[in-house]
Nanobody
Framework: QVQLAESGGGSAQAGGSLRLSCAHTGDGYSRYCMAWFRQAPGKEREAVASIHNVIYRTRYADSVKGRFTISADNANSVSLQMNSLKPEDTAMYYC?????????????????????WGQGTQVTVSS
């Protein structure tokens, strides 16, 4: 049974940094498209960043480019380093994984393409 476990998150002031981590376990496979999504109260879930964990190709939402960095810590875990945080980054952040072919332009941004999800971790940025 596939499980995604997030860690990190918490509170920061605007301009500060936080780091999220996600571990993918349960199926013995090691080739994934892994991504971070976020959802603020009253808003739709939006894609933040993705990484193909074999070729390490990364993609980012325009709203976080230059501030957030997704990286593969090993074959089964990824991190999201969030710098220069803004109050509008406040949201529940979710880790998600899928087959590697989901890591394509226009495909990775669709939450429905990811079958596996973590429980979410809260990020709150104060001004």
């Amino acid at each position: 049974q596939v499980q995604l476990a997030e860690s990190g998150g918490g509170s920061a002031q605007a301009g500060g940094s936080l780091r999220l981590s996600c571990a993918h376990t349960g199926d013995g496979y090691s080739r994934y498209c892994m991504a971070w999504f976020r959802q603020a109260p009253g808003k739709e879930r939006e894609a933040v960043a993705s990484i193909h964990n074999v070729i390490y190709r990364t993609r980012y939402a325009d709203s976080v480019k230059g501030r957030f960095t997704i990286s593969a810590d090993n074959a089964n875990s990824v991190s999201l380093q969030m710098n220069s945080l803004k109050p509008e980054d406040t949201a529940m952040y979710y880790c998600a994984s899928a087959r590697t072919d989901v890591c394509q332009d226009g495909v990775w941004t669709q939450a429905a393409n990811f079958p596996y999800w973590g429980q979410g971790t809260q990020v709150t940025v104060s001004s």
